[in-house]
């Protein structure tokens, strides 16, 4: 028996039993003949929304004020079926079921069998008439009797299946039943497992088993696998005993057998197979439907973290549905590189069957169609694409040859969309239809997602529609959460015409807040109508569309003459040789409230239909009542956004019947006006701010006094003591009030905004900033967790870290007073009471990528490969991040770990390559904090040493530098520094190098009798600025000479140092992980030395955080200890870049690391010439970067001599101009560590 859970008392079987008629019809047609199956099931399907997810529950009850316990869906669901039942609500249980059966469906199919009681056949009907109802209750009861044979007969086939039962094991008889059941039983595949092959799994095990698969690859006949009439989870993933799941995948790859992986047939009843975390790879079926998977016979399958590629066949290259079949996708399941070699569906092929795609990808990497539907070709189907903020649902880059590059849908299809990050993309299609190709009475609905990037041989580049009945469906669903363009068709591109949608032959076009922005074709860059089709367009913005040929909406009186609607839209910023509607003599378009502005028209209208243009913004006078002929101000058209400035004549011109615009914003009925946007959603000047904004300020006791700061603070609006400081926070009354007094006072220029990266903003004055609508959500795992900002008024202070912590993690600190947490929104909810808390929000998948890399990402086009490095948050799910770099054909290049085991969260960073058209997929991966590119690094006497040493009054250094560190007693002795650079010449006669590594091959140090530079180690790298560098450090002079003042030549700071050469700077892009040089230094060396960069000024990056934390712990993979680790950095040689006078904040990355000490190069006190003296040796050349950092803080920390050194090569010379080291640092360390284990690391942490 099947059991179901209930979060109460369970309804009792009398109880429920009458239910069963309540259900019938929606279940039931699933048991009867094919025939009679897909009407009833569409119709179910259309009727009724999608109810939230369990983790939208899971959310929803976090949210504040919601404090009863988070409930599954399955129980939310149970406790609303058993107060349905104790109220005899017959009508409400009915919707609750048909609820429980459209997401959860064999859940809804067992709970009706076992709730059914056994009926017996019914007598025939009395001849004559009779009425509806009880021609209702004899189908009913036919049904019944019907469900409950067909049941019988399953459990007896299951039987005969069975394996006999151990000597000990009995079997279990339920009260009520007639034949013993034994318990759910779990069968292992594997090297140490019980069973060698999954078939042979597969033929011992009962419906309702478990199959452990280990995690390898099969091959040959034992890839493939039948399923014949049962109800079967098989798991993948498992170790050689099938006792623990590991990373590795199961693997069936058929290649040469001819054949499909896996088929599921058979059964009268519904039957449900779950396939978790497998590869199906290799079908080849030649004449035949499914190269991976096919299905028949009413049964339904969830495939589950499985990935479906290199499969092909006529039809259906990777999956194929037959009637009345359901297929799942999930967490995430990838359908990609499969082929429809002579027919349709490059990825699935779907006749009369419903699939529903969850945090799945049908594409990424192209399936393609012979014939139509590159991604998907669905007759009399069902098709949901549910994303959530967390969750995509796409289909992508898939191509046909014939129609529908993305999607074919006829004979009464119906697709829905919802959510943000459901989006139909990058599809293309020889024929019509780029992305969807609709016909023969078949639907599309699309709720907050996307059809964009398609593209057309011929007609309609986002979408063809055609024939009557056939609706193309757009809305932006105020009930989701979503923010900016949640619901767009954009950059589509036909060849022809329609560059968005072509529609024909009675086809409707229903569009109610939609961005339909960036489409191209010949006539009707955005909407092209023939044949009575009908055009409904409300709260549109229609903008930036380009028509080679003319009209951005046409409407062709050509086999009927279609109709058009046209209500608060704007049609601006588009192109095209002469109008913005072509309007044929029969046709008809009536508008009202529109803006009709910026487009590269000679006048509005070519035609001669019936044209009504009402209460509109104009720009050309246009016969109609109360039309304007006034520019519209938009708010920043040039950039895209045409929202309204407040004083624009659009805002307050006519009534414009609708409730909200385009962006789902409120827009009063007496104020809004015309067009598709109210006013834009940052227009918050400096002006107005400072008017209205508040003000941070910080006075000390010293300025004040005590009596006066106790007055100071009593009046503001938030007063925090520091002790040394007060902080207070002033509204501008209180403000102006302070400014009289004359009291000293210093406010806070940076007051209320947030800075990282690209980004800044004031979350409270500008709300959040503008972002890609697929990037604006803040994704959360299925606890609910994620990643959330919190900005306090004041600095935090003990009791405000602890309020911070106590909601999770607290894991970056942001300028200013911002700090980034991992959390759910109940304990978030916790803070908002706290009066130092300024501001709670979230931190979306746009925040995650840097600009950097987004640029890099576009320059490298969609099939480039970009190597990135990402801080990821270990919430006990990387394996999916894993999984998602290896299905698009990404590789992890290094993994390390970057907080200690046992504290809070673990982070790791990684190395790795992805197409770039997955980083926006990539950013919305809860675990993800922060993602950058990973740059290629660069390299950035005794005269200098005596200017470190203070052995230089008046400016003017002098000889003996040797005797004064014998006078202190230090040399560097028992002290190793990493020379991380170009190599180093290791026979040079001035340095002890002790060691080194090697990276690749490519860089292997020389043995003794090299010559050195140019090329020092046979890298190809050829500066010598490693040796130079070395030189410097740790130097003896020994084979050198005096110069004419009797400074000794090549004598370093550190002259009994030693060294260990790590050539990590290579001349292509090739460079070894900075995680791996870390972590070789500090295992050898007791500090480096890094005179290179990896870009160019940049702020505090992802790659400044590393350094930080590996300056606490260079070595994560010792969990015992901590590993501190000194690293030095030069400023870098960007202080000359502006042109004009020396380029502020110019310190290359990472170098604003705040746990590094960075050193910017002064002037010496030589000549790179023969002539005299020159240089202040209190001034910064002029290629030194310089301060201060992006976020204000001072930088850098020091300065030495950096220009005109002379120091080792395979000769003494001079290294004029670039910054050679920072060697301050090393004399401070390296010959104070000659006392100390270690050299010392700060322990701070940001």
């Known amino acids: 028996m099947s059991t179901v859970h209930s979060t109460g008392a369970r ?83 009915t919707a609750l079921i048909q609820e429980l059966a459209r997401f959860d469906l064999p859940a809804a199919i067992r709970l009706a069998q076992e709730i059914a009681p056994p009926v017996a056949r019914p007598t025939p009907a009395p001849v004559g008439p009779i009425s509806r109802e009880e021609e209702l209750q004899q189908a009913a009861a036919d049904a019944a009797n019907r469900a409950e044979l067909l049941r019988q007969e399953a459990l007896s086939r299951e039987q005969a299946l069975r394996p006999t039962p151990a000597d000990d094991e009995k079997w279990a008889t339920p009260p009520g039943d007639a034949a013993p059941q034994r318990p759910a039983a779990t069968l292992t595949v594997g090297d140490s497992c019980t069973y060698a092959t999954v078939q042979g799994a597969v033929n011992a095990a009962a419906s309702g088993d478990t199959i452990r698969v280990q995690g390898k690859t099969f091959t040959g006949a034992n890839a493939t696998v039948n399923i014949n009439a049962k109800s079967l989870t098989i798991s993948g993933g498992w170790n050689s005993t099938c006792t623990a799941q590991g990373s590795t995948r199961t693997t069936l790859d058929a290649s040469g057998q001819g054949d499909t992986v896996v088929e599921v047939f058979g059964g009268a009843v519904p039957l449900t197979t779950v396939i978790d975390n497998f590869i199906l790879q290799g079908g080849e079926v030649d004449g035949d439907f499914g190269g991976a998977l096919e299905i028949d016979d009413q049964n339904i399958v ?24 359901v297929l799942n996708l999930e967490q995430p399941t990838l359908v990609y590189d499969n082929h429809a070699l002579y027919g349709d569906g490059g990825g699935i092929h ?72 459901a989006s139909i993309g990058e599809n293309s299609a020889s024929g ?123 409407l062709l ?44 028209d000679s006048s509005l209208v070519l035609g001669s239909g019936d044209v009504t243009i009402d209460c509109s913004i104009v720009q050309y006078d246009y016969p109609g009542s109360n039309n304007l002929v006034s520019d519209p101000d938009f708010w920043d058209p040039a950039n895209g956004d045409y929202h309204l400035v407040r004083t624009s004549p659009a805002v307050d011109h006519c009534n414009s019947g609708q409730a909200t615009d385009v962006d789902g914003d409120s827009r009063p009925y007496d104020v809004a006006g015309v067009g598709a946007l109210i006013e834009a959603a940052a227009q918050v000047t400096p002006e107005e701010r400072q008017a209205t904004g508040r003000h941070a300020v910080r006075v000390t006791y010293d300025e004040l006094g005590e009596r006066r700061l106790d007055e100071a603070l009593s009046g503001a609006l938030l007063a925090r003591d520091y002790g040394a400081f007060a902080w207070l926070v002033l509204d501008d009354a209180q403000f102006s009030q302070l400014q009289a007094s004359g009291l000293p006072f210093e406010e806070e220029d940076g007051f209320g905004l947030i ?16 972002m890609p609508a697929g990037l604006a959500a803040s994704p959360v795992n299925d606890r609910g967790q994620g990643l959330s900002l919190v900005q306090l008024y004041a600095p935090a202070d003990e009791q405000d870290m602890d309020a911070l912590s106590a909601t999770g993690a607290v894991l970056q600190h942001y300028p200013y007073n911002a700090f980034l947490l991992w959390s759910d929104a109940r304990s978030l909810a916790r803070l908002s009471g706290n009066p130092n808390v300024r501001w709670i929000g979230e931190f979306p998948a ?25 801080l990821l948050l270990d919430d006990g799910n990387l394996a999916s991040i894993e999984r998602l770099i290896q299905d698009a054909g990404g590789v992890i290049l290094s993994r390390a770990p970057r907080h200690a085991p046992g504290e809070v969260m673990a982070l790791e960073v990684w190395e790795f390559s992805l197409p770039a058209r ?231 990355e990472p170098k604003e690391a705040k746990n590094i000490i960075t050193v910017a190069s002064s002037l010496s006190r030589r000549s790179n010439t023969a002539g005299g003296l020159t240089g202040n040796i209190n001034s910064l050349a002029a290629s030194s970067s310089r301060g201060p950092a992006f976020d204000g803080r001072l930088l850098p920390n020091l300065a030495a001599p950096g220009v005109n050194i002379i120091s080792t090569e395979n000769r003494v010379v001079t290294a004029g101009g670039a910054t050679a080291i920072s060697p301050a640092p090393p004399r401070l360390a390296i010959l104070r560590s000659t006392a100390t284990a270690r050299a010392p690391a700060c322990p701070h942490r940001t």
């Open 11 to 93: 309804p009792s079987r009398m109880m429920l039993a009458w239910r069963w008629l309540s259900v019938l019809m929606l279940v039931l047609p699933l048991v009867l003949t094919p025939a009679a199956q897909a009407a009833p099931i569409a119709l179910s399907v259309h009727a009724q929304e999608t109810p939230p997810t369990s983790s939208t529950l899971a959310l929803e009850a976090n949210l504040p004020g919601n404090s009863d316990p988070v409930l599954t869906e399955e129980e939310r669901l149970w406790q609303q079926i058993e107060a349905a039942t104790n109220a005899d609500d017959q009508a409400a249980l």
């Open 302 to 325: 969830t495939l589950r973290r499985t990935s479906v590629r290199y499969n092909e066949s006529s039809s259906g290259g990777g999956i194929h549905m037959s009637a009345a079949t």
């Open 350 to 421: 779907c006749t009369g069957g419903a699939i529903n795609i969850g945090d799945s990808v049908i594409g990424g990497f192209s399936n393609t169609a012979s014939g139509g539907g590159g991604g998907l070709y669905l007759d009399n189907c069902t098709v949901y694409l549910n994303s959530t903020a967390w969750e995509v649902a796409m289909i992508l880059t898939n191509t046909a040859a014939g129609n529908g590059g993305g999607i074919y849908a006829t004979n009464g299809s119906y697709i829905n969309l919802r959510g943000s990050n």
């Open 432 to 554: 019509s239809g780029g992305g969807v190709y609709l016909a023969g009475a078949s639907d599309l609905y699309v709720d907050n997602g996307s059809i964009s990037d398609n593209t057309a041989g011929s007609l309609g580049g986002g979408v063809y529609a055609t024939d009557d009945l056939t609706t193309l469906d757009m809305d932006r669903n105020a009930a989701q959460a979503c923010s900016g363009k949640c619901t767009q068709i954009s950059n589509n591109t036909a060849t022809s015409y329609g560059g968005a949608v072509y529609l024909t032959s009675g086809a409707d076009l229903d569009f109610d807040g939609v961005y339909a922005e960036g489409n191209s074709g010949s006539l009707g860059s955005a909407f092209y109508a023939r044949g009575e089709a009908y055009v409904n367009l409300y709260n549109v913005m229609a903008t930036d569309n380009t028509a080679t040929s003319n009209y951005t909406l046409r």
């Open 557 to 600: 009186n050509d086999f009927g003459a279609p109709d058009a609607t046209v209500r608060n839209s704007t049609f601006a910023g588009n192109s095209g040789q002469s109008r913005s509607f072509g309007i044929d003599t029969g046709t008809r378009l009536d508008g009202d409230d529109l803006i009709l502005w910026a487009n590269s």
């Open 755 to 770: 800075s990282f990266d690209a980004w800044r903003f004031d979350p409270v004055t500008d709300g959040p900033p503008a």
């Open 846 to 870: 746009a925040f995650r990528l840097s600009a950097r890399l987004a640029q890099a990402a576009a320059e490298a086009g969609q099939a480039g490969l970009p190597r990135v490095q990402a």
């Open 918 to 1148: 997955l980083l926006e997929v990539l950013a919305r991966q809860p675990q993800l904090m922060a993602s950058d590119i990973v740059g290629r690094s660069e390299i950035d006497d005794e005269r200098s040493n005596q200017i470190l040493a203070d052995n230089a009054p008046g400016g003017e250094p002098e000889t003996g530098y040797t005797t004064w560190l014998n006078e202190i007693g230090y040399r560097g002795r028992d002290v190793t520094v990493a020379i991380v650079d170009t190599g180093v010449d290791w026979d040079h006669p001035d340095l002890n190098v002790t060691g080194g590594t090697d990276y690749g091959g490519y860089n292997e140090p020389n043995e003794p009798g090299s010559d050195g530079a140019p090329d020092v180690n046979g890298d190809g790298a050829g500066s010598g600025h490693g040796t130079h560098v070395s030189g410097i450090v740790a130097g003896d002079g020994g084979s050198a000479t005096a110069d004419p003042d009797g400074f000794v030549y090549g004598l370093g700071m550190a002259p009994s140092a030693t060294l260990y050469a790590m050539d990590a700077i290579a001349e292509d892009n090739v460079n070894p992980s900075v995680t791996v040089r870390v972590r070789d230094a500090a295992a050898n060396a007791d500090l480096s030395n890094n005179s290179w960069n990896v870009g160019s000024p940049a702020g505090y990056t992802l790659n400044a955080s590393n350094q930080d934390d590996w300056v606490l712990d260079a070595d994560r993979t010792n969990v015992n200890i901590r590993d501190p680790f000194l690293t030095v950095f030069s400023a870098g040689n960007a202080g000359d870049d502006c042109g004009a006078g020396p380029c502020m904040s110019s310190i290359t």
